[in-house]
């Protein structure tokens, strides 16, 4: 970081999330998805009333052992964010996934990315007991390069499975963190 300070933490709860922040979750999608970022809503532009009510389901579903939401403030306001989630079947209880990693657009390069990543490592491995996580990135975006040096690998593609528009298919890159 090299201006301002940088808050990280966890909500567990829907009853944890202020409407403030509510409101600043949901700016910071808009913003990410209108400048092209891969963090869920693949045709840009959306607007607050395409996104809130996939905000308000996402906070309806957090709990503390299936779902946390993990944001970054930077001087008080919200950075970035991401949901890391598991599921709770006996048989995969043991991996989590992280979904929708974005940062402000006008503050990427901070380092605020790696951060929320390394949080969650931590929350996930000392907190939810998981022994790896797993992610889904949008190919020719750059997102295996970064997560590459965040220590996570490339286990798989999914050749052609995002269609974005006649003649613009991208792969689906599948990564994985283990050990955590």
Do not use: K
């Not at 809130?52 to 709990?63: F, R």
């Not at 997560?147 to 792969?171: H, I, K, N, S």
């Amino acid at each position: 970081m090299d201006h301002g300070t940088l808050h990280l933490r966890q909500i567990t709860a829907p009853g944890d999330v202020t409407a403030e922040l509510r409101r600043a979750l949901v700016e910071c999608w808009v913003e990410v998805t209108n400048a092209g970022g891969a963090a869920g809503f693949p045709f840009p532009p959306v607007d607050a009333g395409e996104v809130a009510p996939v905000v308000d389901s996402l906070v309806a579903g957090l709990a503390p052992t299936t779902s946390r939401l993990v944001a970054a403030s930077l001087d008080g306001a919200l950075a970035g964010w991401l949901n890391v989630r598991r599921d709770p079947f006996e048989l995969i209880a043991h991996w989590g996934t992280l979904h929708h990693v974005q940062t402000r657009t006008g503050l990427r390069g901070r380092g605020i990315g790696a951060a929320l990543m390394r949080h969650a490592r931590d929350i996930a491995r000392d907190e939810m007991g998981l022994e790896q996580l797993r992610l889904a990135a949008r190919g020719g975006a750059g997102l295996e390069d970064f997560y590459g040096r965040l220590g996570w690998q490339e286990t798989g593609r999914w050749p052609g499975a995002l269609r974005f528009g006649r003649g613009d298919d991208r792969d689906e890159v599948l990564m994985i963190l283990t050990p955590l």
